[in-house]
């Protein structure tokens, strides 16, 4: 009896620490500043927020994804086609958070050709640092480094690139 008694207490309090939407209150928020961070690439190739993602265009978006979610195949499917439609005036990173990494998100990026470059993240540290747990989830990004809006998970039926438009001019 004293074993389901504490099981009972340890997933009540796993509950309790854990998020109960999207979003947790811990992560970045809209008009914080997103700190710099490091990541890898589809290449291996560490790039950096501040110097490799931040620089390209004035408004960035981050997209978390996994290749086994329709609703994110669905979600970057609109946001590349806003970006070609717009060309120059969005980056996108999509971060993959798949466990196999590469070995998974390589033949994706390649089958699909969507217009974002990948940040392999397994462990799935980048979307807790914005607050998200689970995908998809996006962040829209200024210049300075910003944040201008956050969505998190999937909504159907709801216009991404109309979302998209209202910060991207």
């Known amino acids: 009896m004293k074993k389901i008694g504490f099981l009972v207490l340890l997933i009540l309090a796993f ?19 997103v700190t710099n961070f490091k990541a890898r690439d589809l290449s291996g190739r560490e790039i950096s927020f ?7 265009t004035s408004r960035t978006m981050i997209f978390f994804m996994t290749t086994a979610c329709s609703a994110c195949f669905e979600e970057l499917r609109d946001i590349s086609e806003f970006v070609q439609e717009n060309s120059g005036k969005l980056s996108v990173w999509a971060v993959a958070v798949d466990l196999r990494g590469e070995k ?11 217009a974002a470059d990948y940040i392999l993240d397994p462990r799935f540290k980048l979307p807790r640092l914005f607050g998200f747990s689970y995908t998809p989830s996006f962040v829209l990004i200024d210049g300075d480094g910003n944040i201008l809006y956050k969505k998190g998970g999937f909504t159907a ?10 910060f991207v001019q």
Do not use: C
């Not at 998020?19 to 811990?26: E, I, L, R, T, V």
């Open 15 to 33: 509950s309790l620490l854990t998020p109960a939407s999207g979003q947790d209150k811990n992560g970045l928020d809209v008009g914080d500043r």
């Open 50 to 56: 501040d110097e490799d993602i931040l620089s390209r």
């Open 104 to 114: 998974t998100v390589k033949p994706y990026a390649e089958t699909y050709k969507f």
């Open 157 to 166: 039926g709801e216009n991404v690139k109309a979302i998209i438009r209202k």
